[in-house]
C-alpha cells in the first residue's frame, strides 16, 4: 500500500522524464540520507520557541518498491504538541 499527497495530479517536477538511471540515483541518495540519520547519535537539542529540552518520537521511512526500513528519531517539543491541540480544538491552523 501507498500513499501519495497528490493523488490524481502531476506536477511539473514530474519523473515521467527522468531516466531509471536518474531514478535510482535519487533512490540511493535518499537510503544514504536516511541510513545517515538513523544511526546519528542523540544530542540535546533546545527548542528554539520556549527554551526546553526537546524529547525525541520514531518516525519509519521507507522507500517505495523496498523491504528495508529505517528508524529516525525526530526532536519534538511539547509546545508543539499543545499549539496543534489547541488549534485542533478551535478549529484553526495558522502558519
Same mark, same amino acid.
Given at each position: ?50 527554551? &526546553? ?5 520514531? $518516525? *519509519?521511512?521507507? @522507500?517505495?518498491?523496498? !523491504?528495508?526500513?529505517?528508524?529516525? &528519531? ?5 509546545? $508543539? *504538541?499543545?499549539? @496543534?491541540?489547541?488549534? !485542533? ?7
Amino acid at each position: 500500500m501507498s500513499t501519495s499527497h497528490f493523488h490524481g495530479q502531476r506536477t511539473a517536477t514530474s519523473f515521467e522524464d527522468s531516466t531509471p538511471e536518474d531514478r535510482g540515483d535519487l533512490k540511493r541518495g535518499i537510503k544514504d540520507f536516511l541510513i545517515a540519520e538513523s544511526c546519528k547519535p542523540l544530542s540535546t537539542q533546545i527548542c528554539p520557541r520556549c527554551g &526546553r529540552q526537546m524529547e525525541f518520537t520514531e $518516525a *519509519v521511512f521507507w @522507500v517505495d518498491g523496498e !523491504a528495508e526500513r529505517f528508524t529516525v &528519531r525526530l526532536p519534538l517539543c511539547k509546545c $508543539a *504538541v499543545a499549539n @496543534v491541540s489547541d488549534q !485542533a480544538s478551535s478549529g484553526s491552523f495558522a502558519a
